[in-house]
């Protein structure tokens, strides 16, 4: 168990369409990640906030936005859905910026766009 | 580039086979190194990671893997399986000060009863 929680488990868009994804982070982490694993490939970063503020962005569209909560939980929301954006979402908190802490993850939230 | 390499991408063993997975990655500067396995429908879980000090660092369950600065590589090793660590496997490496982790594609490990 590592305290993170991610909502919904699984869920089904039509292309086009926007969708929001959640993450409940481990008590007292004020850092939160995402990233997208596609079937058969490993986890890609998206962004990470930190204190509220996005502080790093990985090779995803402007359309993949986020939003970070002062109780640390935050928000995936991706907007004009495409069929490529179907994948597990994952959200990973850790204690601090930069090196020297774990990154612990949620079980995911499967996105599948039809 | 960053990238991380596992050339494994799917291993089968018998139950009580040793157990080696390559990943090797593409960076200069000082890393550090990550395992996690993934078992069926479950969440990412961390065996092991090293930051610096004994390059021979000790996971969970048994796992153990060794970082080998000169060849860019941080292979993971168990000596006898188990049915149970059949899962998905990935090598991750965040560079120092960094944000985020670069995941290699991931090795899927089958283990025969």
């Known amino acids: 168990e590592t305290g993170v929680t991610q909502s919904p488990t699984h869920l089904i868009k039509t292309r086009g369409q926007q969708v929001t994804l959640r993450c409940s982070s481990q008590s007292g982490h004020n850092t939160v990640s995402w990233y997208q694993q596609a079937l058969g490939q490993g986890p890609q970063f998206i962004f990470q906030y930190y204190r509220e503020e996005e502080n790093g962005r990985g090779n995803f569209p402007p359309r993949f936005s986020g939003l970070q909560f002062p109780n640390y939980s935050s928000e995936l929301n991706v907007n004009a859905l495409e069929l490529d954006d179907s994948a597990l979402y ?24 039809v | 580039a ?15 086979a ?3 997975l390559g990943c090797n990655y593409s960076y200069g500067g000082t890393v550090n190194l990550f395992w996690y396995v993934q078992y069926p429908g479950q969440h ?8 610096s000090g004994d390059p ?9 893997a060794e970082f080998i600065k000169s060849k ?6 168990k000596p006898s399986v188990q049915w149970s660590d059949t899962a998905e496997y990935f090598c991750a490496v965040r560079l120092t000060g960094a944000n985020n982790l670069f995941f290699g594609t991931g090795t899927r490990l089958t283990v025969i009863p």
């Open chain 1, 90 to 113: 994952l959200c990973a908190s850790s204690l601090v910026q930069g090196s020297g802490n774990t990154i612990y993850f949620g079980e995911g939230s499967w996105l599948t766009v």
């Open chain 2, 2 to 16: 960053q990238s991380v390499s596992q050339h494994n991408h799917h291993v089968i063993l018998s139950e009580a």
């Open chain 2, 18 to 20: 040793s157990l080696e």
């Open chain 2, 44 to 51: 990412l879980q961390l065996l092991l990671k090293y930051f």
């Open chain 2, 56 to 64: 021979l660092v000790k996971g969970i369950k048994g796992f153990e």
């Open chain 2, 72 to 77: 860019f590589s941080f292979n993971l090793r």
